[in-house]
């Protein structure tokens, strides 16, 4: 049982690059959000859905793009990437409304923008 | 405008001793509330919650404390060992499908 897995673990990129991130979770999870965290910003949600076929924009969601055509995966994307879009990104998921823990996190995704 | 805050980046304790982690937050609606771990290159892993109609919640050597009067919370660790080093984060939520709202995180070091 893998959990939520989280592709690639690193990647650098060229100011204006694209790039998309992939999350897949085995667990059946409906719910899944994308968060990234920057030194003394803690966690901060860039979108969310809540199943799929549906997406929801998060607190700082300026630049990026997702997809969940399929309920296993969540894809953000980067379509021109900026140096202020370096951080770690964390893929989640959870189960369906009524459980309030159960948030699993994948493993983080590393990116530098140069 | 920070919904949970967590105010003190960083706190250093000896082993054997208790760590206190503090978080405090403005919104009412928020009914629960969980505390989260993580070590490095690793993801945040859940360590216990509380709800709001609660004002204690024990887990072995883990007890989380609701004033909600006063808007706080706060994680005891006792006695704290080595392998608590990590940084924790308090997060929020109210209802059942609102995403979590994350603290900034404390990083706990605990000495040997």
Known sequence: N??????????????????????????????????RQDPGMGLRLIHY????GTTAKGEVPDGYNVSRLKKQNFLLGLESAAPSQTSVYFCASRRTPGTRIGYTFGSGTRLTVV | ??????????????????????????????????????????????????????????DG????????????????????????????????????NTPLVFGKGTRLSVIA
């Open chain 2, 61 to 96: 050597r883990f007890t989380v404390f609701l004033n909600k009067s006063a808007k706080h919370l706060s994680l005891h660790i006792v006695p704290s060992q080595p392998g608590d080093s990590a940084v924790y984060f308090c997060a929020a939520l109210y209802s059942g």
């Open chain 1, 49 to 52: 859905s809540v199943g799929e």
């Open chain 2, 1 to 58: 405008d920070q919904q949970v805050k967590q105010n003190s980046p960083s706190l250093s304790v000896q082993e054997g001793r208790i760590s206190i982690l503090n978080c405090d937050y403005t919104n009412s609606m928020f009914d629960y509330f969980l505390w989260y771990k993580k070590y490095p290159a690793e993801g945040p892993t859940f360590l216990i919650s509380i709800s709001s109609i609660k004002d204690k919640n024990e």
């Open chain 1, 2 to 35: 893998a959990g939520v897995t989280q592709t690639p673990k690193f990647r650098v990129l060229k100011t204006g690059q694209s790039m998309t991130l992939l999350c897949a979770q085995d667990m059946n999870h409906e719910y899944m959000y994308w968060y």
